[in-house]
């Protein structure tokens, strides 16, 4: 690719628009050009977050999961910028990009972006914006999807208190068993929906650490009082 078509792709990316001829330069001499062959995994998922790549030519498929049955997510092509938050952030690889024809990709490294920081380059800091966005608004799809989540959880609990209330009849309690279930099959549904929103892969340690606070918190223990009094009204019968 000549010089000149580089300098182009990628001032037209969502993440350069609007920089200098110059800024597009110091950027484009900061990385390097490579040309993958059909099959090549550009990034992969839970690696290390070291460089942006952006795809200059050719498609790829962006897949989350097990290797041995990955979910494709999407099909992108010329332009898109891929792994952007891993140039501000030490962050592990939240999915898998595989090249589904021969590509040309620009690659960026998480090192030659912060030497464009420390030289005071406007080119560097003026990437940092359009990378917060992105951040941002992955931020504002987890807070509505946790106002979901909590939202079910509250219904949850109103569904629990009708236990107390009820005549204990047994069509009664079949039925409110059964709009239960739903709603427990409406909540995983909504955390399977964060979980790929967001693609956060959770350190385990971190994650046992939460799950211990969680259960300590006093939203737990009402949550349990009523579970445990549910058991119990089983058991009466």
Not at 43 to 71: F, Q
Not at 100 to 116: E, K, T, W
Not at 181 to 198: H, M, N, S, W
Not at 207 to 235: D, W
Request: glycine fraction near 8%; charge should be neutral; include cysteine.
């Amino acid at each position: 690719m000549q010089i000149d078509d580089l300098y182009t792709r990628l001032s037209e990316t969502s993440l350069l628009q609007g920089f200098s001829g110059d800024e597009i330069q110091r950027i484009a001499n900061a990385g390097y050009v490579r040309e993958v062959e059909a099959g090549t995994v550009l990034m992969a998922e839970g690696s290390d977050s070291d460089s942006l790549i952006v795809l200059l030519e050719g498609e790829a498929e962006v897949l989350k999961g097990k290797v041995s049955r990955p979910h494709r997510l999407a099909i992108v092509g010329q332009g898109t910028v891929l792994g952007e938050i891993g140039l501000l952030l030490e962050v592990p690889r939240t999915g898998t990009v595989r090249a589904i024809s021969p590509c040309q990709i620009f690659v960026l490294h998480r090192n030659a972006f912060l030497d464009l920081l420390d030289e005071g380059h406007s080119a560097g800091f003026k990437m940092c914006l359009p990378i917060s966005k992105v951040l941002a608004a992955r931020l504002q799809g987890l807070t509505d999807e946790v106002v979901k989540i909590l939202a079910y959880n509250d219904a949850l609990l109103d569904i629990l208190d009708l236990f107390h209330k009820h005549d204990r009849s047994r069509d009664g309690t079949d039925q409110i068993r059964d709009v239960l279930l739903k709603r427990a099959e409406t909540l995983r549904a909504r955390q399977d929906e964060l979980r790929k929103q967001l693609c956060i892969e959770i350190d385990q340690d971190k994650k046992a650490r939460q799950v211990a606070e969680i259960t300590k918190s006093e939203y737990f223990q009402k949550l349990r009082k009523k579970v445990k009094a549910l058991k119990n009204l089983g058991e009466d019968r």
